[in-house]
């Protein structure tokens, strides 16, 4: 028992001794409670002086606006006529036999037209009656997925004369750019036995091969024989320059006419003898072949025959069909322009004797109003010259 007793005694100190410790440490420093955030200034609303008699109304903060979408741009039309034309497939027609100065002016065109067009450019040779045959077909299409690259004088003559056949209307086309401007020799067959302007004349009857009456070669053919006083017989039905060449060979014919290029490598082999130029200017490869207006001193009505025949061909116009919509009709007519400006397309092209000679759409388009109304002096002349019924 004593012992317990002093047990819970000296427990009873020990815990006394721990309170009056406690009691007397070194006290706590307080801790500093953070500072309360300060409000964002918020700005200042004016309201109108109170009325007295009136419940003044609560101060409301301006209405916070609606984020708005960006404008979409609005597409100009020659972004739409891009549009049109990505991924389509586009006609570039010759209408001739392939091997002509058409044909290779189409073929050189088409890949480079093909990039600035956005679409693929196929060439369609569509030969008959001096163009006339497709010139129809494309009358009726009015989509702007056909091009034309042709010489319109066959189309031009029917038109004018009101010819059987002529189912268009040329004023109505797109014209978009005129190529260049052709030369045009007259050549023999070096098995003909001529070779010069006085054996021409000497002769009873010279066969010319053309493609049709009314065609632009039947105009110049036609013309110089009677400006040279030459007796032209003229032999029709030959699709093309190389159909013309192979009628010489097999001697159906005693010569023809055509755009120099075409010709070249024959007159450089010596098949093709040039006899002269209808034109002012000359052939550089062949300066020494002289200008119908060197060979003969032509009087003032002849010389005016001469010249509107020349005139009438009017180079290697463009054109598309009637009827396309303004804006792609602008898109194919840029498409051209920079296609002729490619250095690769006027290499090709000095490459087979000619050049780039840009003339726009809207004086190719004049050029062509102004044959289509042809005074009557020259409808009289020419419808003689070419057999017109009626004249």
Not at 337 to 366: M, N, Q, S, W
Request: proline letters at 9%.
């Amino acid at each position: 028992m004593k012992v317990n007793k002093l047990v819970v005694a000296i427990f009873s100190v020990i815990l006394i001794l721990g309170l009056l410790a406690s009691a007397c440490g070194p006290k706590a420093e307080p801790t500093q409670a953070p500072a309360p955030a300060r409000p964002a200034p918020t700005a200042a609303v004016t309201t109108a002086p109170p009325v007295p008699g009136q419940p003044t109304a609560a101060p409301t903060r301006p209405p916070v606006a609606a984020p708005t979408a960006a404008p979409r741009p609005t597409e100009s039309p020659m972004d739409k006529a891009a549009a049109f034309y990505k991924g389509k497939t586009v006609q570039l027609v010759a209408p001739y036999s392939p091997g002509g100065g058409y044909d290779l002016w189409a073929r050189i065109m088409a890949p480079y037209l093909a990039k600035h067009l956005g679409a693929t450019v196929i060439v369609k040779n569509e030969p008959g009656a001096s163009a006339k045959v497709a010139v129809n077909r494309l009358q009726k299409e009015n989509n702007g997925l056909s091009i034309v690259i042709f010489n319109p004088v066959g189309a031009l003559t029917a038109q004018i004369y009101g010819l059987e056949g002529a189912n268009f209307d040329l004023g109505k086309f797109n014209w978009l750019a005129t190529g260049y401007k052709l030369i045009y020799p007259v050549v023999v067959g070096k098995k003909s036995g001529y070779k010069t302007v006085a054996d021409l004349q000497k002769a009873p009857e010279v066969k010319f091969g053309t493609d049709a009456i009314g065609g632009g070669k039947t105009v110049l053919l036609a013309t110089m024989g009677r400006a040279l006083d030459i007796n032209v017989k003229l032999v029709v039905g030959y699709g093309g320059t190389a159909d013309q060449i192979l009628a010489v060979q097999r001697g159906e014919v005693d010569g023809f006419t055509t755009g120099y290029p075409a010709i070249k490598p024959s007159i450089e082999s010596g098949d093709l003898i040039p006899v002269f130029v209808m034109d002012q200017r000359k052939i550089k490869d062949f300066p020494d072949v002289p200008s119908i207006y060197e060979v003969k001193n032509l009087s003032p009505a002849e010389k005016r025959t001469v010249d509107t025949a020349i005139a009438l061909d009017p180079g290697r116009p463009i054109a598309t069909t009637p009827g396309v919509p303004a804006e792609r009709v602008a898109f194919l007519e840029a498409a051209i322009r920079k296609t002729l400006e490619e250095p690769g397309v006027i290499e090709k092209i000095r490459k087979i004797g000619e050049d780039v000679e840009y003339v726009g759409g809207k004086d190719t388009a004049e050029l062509m109003n102004t044959l289509l109304d042809m005074g009557a002096e020259d409808k009289t002349t020419f419808g003689k010259l070419l057999g017109i019924k009626g004249y």
